[in-house]
């Protein structure tokens, strides 16, 4: 079991809002992913984090009998990396991520508080998924899902934003 892996760089041993922390230290991380990157390569590199996550977390159980530590943060990572390989999947250089016109950044926010939002409640097949899946899946499923959900919503809202602007 790797401890250094499964709370991020020990961002989950943060005494408050460990999961928040770890989704912090998560987003500009795979920002820089995207910018450098690519969409392409963070989905993919995001699905291979989820895997190792999954094996990680199972052994972390196995001997600590915990479920769900809420130290174990690369499940944070995993969601919030699904987010931005969905929402704000764009190519921008370095110079360009500020510009509020191209909607990365205002994506990327976006993302992350929806993210943090869908994780934190849990709704509908998140909440399911926490609550029925066993094990590393049942630590990592609920994120990828939040994060799936949060980036496509992330995406839909900035386009509805860029209509709104185009009729006014």
């Given at each position: ?21 770890g989704t912090l230290v998560s987003l500009p991380l795979g ?18 984090i989820s895997v190792v996550a999954i094996r990680e977390i ?111």
């Amino acid at each position: 079991m790797n401890w250094f892996f499964i709370t991020l760089g020990y961002s989950g041993l943060s005494p408050k809002a460990p999961g928040t922390v770890g989704t912090l230290v998560s987003l500009p991380l795979g920002m820089l992913i995207l910018i450098y990157f690519g969409a392409q390569t963070l989905f993919l590199a995001t699905v291979l984090i989820s895997v190792v996550a999954i094996r990680e977390i199972n052994k972390y159980e196995a001997k600590s009998s915990i479920h769900d530590d809420k130290r174990i943060v690369i499940d944070e990572l995993a969601g919030m990396w699904f987010a931005l390989s969905v929402a704000p999947a764009i190519s921008v250089g370095l110079s360009e991520v500020a510009d509020l016109q191209n909607g990365f950044l205002v994506q990327s926010l976006l993302s992350f508080v929806l993210f943090r939002y869908f994780d934190i409640t849990k709704p509908s097949i998140i909440g399911r998924l926490d609550r029925e899946a066993k094990g590393g899946v049942g630590v990592v499923a609920d994120d990828i899902v939040a994060g799936f959900v949060a980036g496509i919503l992330s995406a839909v809202i900035w386009q509805g934003w860029l209509q709104i602007q185009n009729i006014i």
